[in-house]
């Protein structure tokens, strides 16, 4: 009985080590660690929340997000709102914002050593800028702000309490989003200067391996294209079974983090690629250049981040990826095949320095052209356009098919068959192919044009134009498009979802029925509209998109809703919505005089904060709510 109780007592200690201290969230005090000497700051950060008592990460500085690297650390609060943050160093508040989206209220803190310290998603402001802040919001009548300070206005010692957390803007739940920035502002990794509260033993797992084929006369297990094979884990190192393959090979990784004690998945820092114990490839995110951090598109595969929502790792460097993460290239990390096997090893390694390997052998393809596998296909014939390379399937008949391409036509040969079908590979940089005759079938590909990467380009459609920034494409776009008139919208399809833009892209659209103010274009995507302009000129709509695929022109003729939740002369809380093109505007008043109201998109909530928090709301309550297009809700009531 003694030692059963022991260990419950060792268990208890060790839970309340780690997420006790958030039950004392909402006893903590606004207080001053002491300043410490000026040869400790410029060398060790303060952990933020808390320091010295331990905690854990939801995520890690250079994790793959869908649009961008994760650029700091979120830390947990154990979904409380209202942790104390602390200054990591000395220093002085250089910027504030406040914001419905993205990061919501940030505090940037610029340190002695020229590293700036970023804290976002905070609930509330501490200190004297808190009073600032609200007295600029008053001042300028407006919620969202952004204000930049000089060194001599806002001085913090390391461990002064600045703000307390929560979850604003983007947020997917209450935490802190810590960032450490160079003076450039590029974000580096902040476990690199330590944060005993951190502990991690947990190496990187390997979930799936993808091989690709990255040309025509490449193969993997007799086929041309991408293939995925699940990995597993045998004596104390990740493998998946030998694959035949042949010529220039691509090798992607969908694999995860975890940390001691913590339920998320983190991010890999380092990958290392080998060749026969060559090292052909590596790959280590220790600093982001903010800027252009959506590169993040050129390293994952994004066709499969598109369409299965997973996120794998590029072990080579494809065409377009301005990424300086790389180093010991080899042929830019392709693997080749030729006639002897190829031993595959690649190492991972975390911020902690926790390591794994993986191990496979690429043998050579000695399939020649007959693929027996090729017979459970069971759907129709049909194509795809990966890259530079179209890859059409038809049934299997003595004939050679017609190519047709600018306007002549020629036979063509399949690259591999079985005994229901044939794989022809048809390389579109030489022209662009227009359909695929033979053995009673026809496939038309429908390609309108190409649209070269890495320079400016406009494309004039006959009732659209769509216009490239320099370098927003990663590699030449071979595409199609429609525009037609459904019922009372305009539909417009250019490309795909799957196409990834650097930079957006500029539409102009002319309706081809009749439109008025209240139209607006949108992206629609999984069944739902976003919003992208209702800016008209000429009878034109004009529209940015860093997304290609499928978009609306349609009206919204439906204002905004509101709905009240209490409305007294201490607090004001609404609930707002709109149905289609959203909020752009609200603004209440009490009695003539403006309120500030703090507004939470993920929810709808509007709250209000008071310049005067003694002064009670008295007289007639206004609130007006506007959308995208200018439909208008006003709510009225007395407050007495």
């Not at 102009?508 to 992208?532: S, V």
Request: aromatic share 12%; net charge positive.
């Amino acid at each position: 009985m003694r030692n059963y109780l022991t260990l419950r007592f060792a268990k208890w200690l060790l839970v309340w080590g780690i997420y006790g201290f958030h039950l004392l969230v909402s006893a903590q005090t606004v207080e001053t660690i002491a300043p410490t000497t000026s040869t400790e700051t410029s060398s060790r950060y303060l952990f933020p929340i808390l320091p010295g008592v331990p905690n854990t990460l939801a995520g890690t500085m250079g994790e793959l997000r869908n649009s961008h690297f994760h650029s700091g650390l979120d830390i947990r609060t154990n979904n409380q709102v209202g942790a104390a943050i602390r200054a990591a160093n000395e220093g002085y508040i250089s910027r504030v914002t406040k914001s419905s989206f993205g990061y919501g209220n940030v505090v940037y803190v610029t340190h002695p050593d020229g590293n700036t310290t970023l804290y976002a998603h905070l609930d509330s402001f501490k200190g004297p800028i808190e009073s600032y802040v609200r007295k600029e919001q008053y001042k300028r009548k407006t919620f969202e702000i952004d204000l930049k300070f000089s060194p001599d206005q806002f001085r913090v010692n390391r461990g002064d309490t600045i703000a307390l957390s929560g979850n604003t803007g983007g947020s997917t739940g209450p935490h802190l989003h810590f960032d450490l920035r160079d003076k450039d502002m590029n974000a580096i990794n902040p476990l690199h200067y330590g944060f005993d509260e951190i502990k991690d033993k947990i190496p990187p797992m390997v979930l799936v391996v993808a091989l690709r084929t990255m040309d025509q006369h490449s193969r993997i297990n007799g086929k041309f294209g991408r293939f995925e094979f699940r990995a597993f884990k045998t004596g104390g190192k990740y493998r998946i079974p030998s694959v035949k393959a042949k010529g220039k090979i691509g090798i992607e990784i969908l694999g995860i983090d975890k940390m001691d004690l913590s339920p998320f998945q983190c991010g890999i820092n380092e990958y290392v690629l080998s060749a026969n114990n060559t090292i052909i490839f590596r790959q280590n995110i220790d600093k982001i250049e903010m800027p252009i951090t959506r590169a993040i598109l050129s390293l994952m595969d994004h066709s499969v981040l598109e369409n299965k929502g997973q996120r794998f790792n590029r072990l080579y460097v494809d065409d377009g990826n301005p990424l300086g993460f790389y180093s010991s290239l080899v042929n830019k990390g392709l693997v080749t095949v030729e006639i002897d096997p190829v031993k595959i090893g690649v190492s991972m390694k975390d911020s902690y320095g926790n390591t794994s390997e993986l191990e496979f052998e690429l043998k050579p393809d000695d399939s020649g052209t007959t693929i027996p596998s090729l017979d459970a296909i069971k759907t129709p014939a049909g194509f795809e356009l990966s890259g530079n390379y179209l890859t059409a399937r038809i049934s299997k008949c003595a004939a050679h098919p017609l190519l047709f391409r600018n306007g002549e036509s020629k036979e063509l040969q399949s690259q591999y068959n079985s005994n229901l079908w044939s794989v022809y590979i048809i390389d579109v940089r030489e022209g662009l192919p227009d359909s695929l005759v033979g053995c009673k079938q026809t496939l038309r590909f429908g390609i309108k044009d190409k649209i070269p990467s890495g320079k400016k380009f406009t494309f004039y459609g006959p009732s659209y134009t769509l216009f490239f920034p320099d370098s927003s494409l990663f590699d030449t776009l071979y595409f199609s498009s429609s525009h037609r008139r459904e019922g009372s919208r305009e539909v417009l399809t250019v490309a795909d979802k799957t196409t990834a833009l650097l930079f957006p892209a500029q539409f102009e659209l002319r309706p081809l029925g009749e439109i008025n103010e209240k139209y607006a274009a949108y992206r629609f995507e999984d069944g739902r509209n976003t919003f992208l302009s209702n800016k008209w000129v000429n009878g034109k709509i004009k529209f940015e998109t860093n997304k290609l695929g499928k978009f609306v022109v349609q009206p919204d003729v439906t204002p905004p809703d509101v709905r009240r939740i209490y409305a007294n002369q201490s607090t004001l809380r609404f609930r707002i919505w709109d149905n289609l093109s959203g909020i752009d505007s609200f603004e209440v008043t009490v009695d003539g005089e403006w309120i500030l109201m703090n507004y939470d998109y993920k929810t709808g909530v509007l709250f209000s904060e008071k310049l005067d928090k003694t002064k009670p709301f008295k007289g007639t309550l206004i609130l007006q709510v506007k959308d995208r297009v200018g439909n208008s809700r006003i709510f009225k009531q007395q407050i007495l």
